[in-house]
T-cell receptor, first 113, second 111 residues
Framework: EAGVAQSPRYKIIEKRQSVAFWCNPI?????LYWYQQILGQGPKLLIQFQNNGVVDDSQLPKDRFSAERLKGVDSTLKIQPAKLEDSAVYLCASSLIPGEELSFGPGTRLTVT | GESVGLHLPTLSVQEGDNSIINCAYSNSASDYFIWYKQESGKGPQFIIDIRSNMDKRQGQRVTVLLNKTVKHLSLQIAATQPGDSAVYFC??????????FGAGTRLFVKA
């Protein structure tokens, strides 16, 4: 089966600019996650969707980050405006059962200058 | 333990030896635990999981041990190979939904 797809793979922007990331989960996986991974740390959950509904977004900085999962398949994560501390790898994952055996995409490496 | 910036806990082993990677988890209510492997430039990859009603589970060359009394998890890799070099994360899941990752351990395999 095809894995989780993400684009772009790399993005460099200046602070205060906006950026968007796209994710296509594994077919049939109802649960989709966005994680932020700062260099040298473990992934931190930003938002979790079950189909097109939000299950958990308690750690999403809602003043600048937004995410949607229209039609319960693809998802986009947006940052507007970006800050220097947003430099990280943004990982999308999906799973058949919530919280179990997450399949991760390759991530998008964001650098904010 | 916690890592700061680039200073991940590191384990260095000789090729062919067994590796043991340890993890302390935080929530006594966690009921499902997972080990992930992350190679450079890639997303984490599922290795093995264990539920709280078990204390040991074996896979191919890997074994996970769970000690709920001291909230400790370990991953044992038998006959470690160069391809096992990566960062290993333990993750805990409470109530079947939210997966919380630990800080990670970097495994170096010396040829």
């Amino acid at each position: 089966e095809a894995g989780v797809a993400q684009s772009p793979r790399y993005k460099i922007i200046e602070k205060r600019q906006s950026v968007a990331f796209w994710c296509n989960p594994i077919s049939g996986h109802a649960t989709l996650y966005w994680y932020q991974q700062i260099l040298g740390q473990g992934p931190k959950l930003l938002i979790q969707f079950q189909n097109n509904g939000v299950v958990d977004d308690s750690q999403l900085p809602k003043d600048r980050f937004s995410a949607e999962r229209l039609k319960g398949v693809d998802s986009t994560l947006k940052i507007q405006p970006a800050k220097l501390e947003d430099s990280a790898v943004y990982l999308c994952a999906s799973s058949l059962i919530p919280g179990e055996e997450l399949s991760f995409g390759p991530g998008t490496r964001l650098t904010v200058t | 333990g916690e890592s700061v910036g680039l200073h991940l806990p590191t384990l260095s082993v000789q090729e062919g030896d067994n590796s043991i990677i340890n993890c302390a988890y935080s929530n006594s209510a966690s009921d499902y635990f997972i080990w992930y492997k992350q190679e450079s430039g890639k997303g984490p990859q599922f290795i093995i999981d264990i539920r709280s009603n078990m204390d040991k589970r074996q896979g191919q060359r890997v074994t996970v041990l769970l000690n709920k009394t001291v909230k400790h998890l370990s991953l044992q890799i038998a006959a470690t190979q160069p391809g096992d070099s990566a960062v290993y994360f333990c993750a805990e899941n409470t109530g079947g939904f939210k997966t919380i990752f630990g800080a990670g351990t970097r495994l170096f395999v010396k040829a």
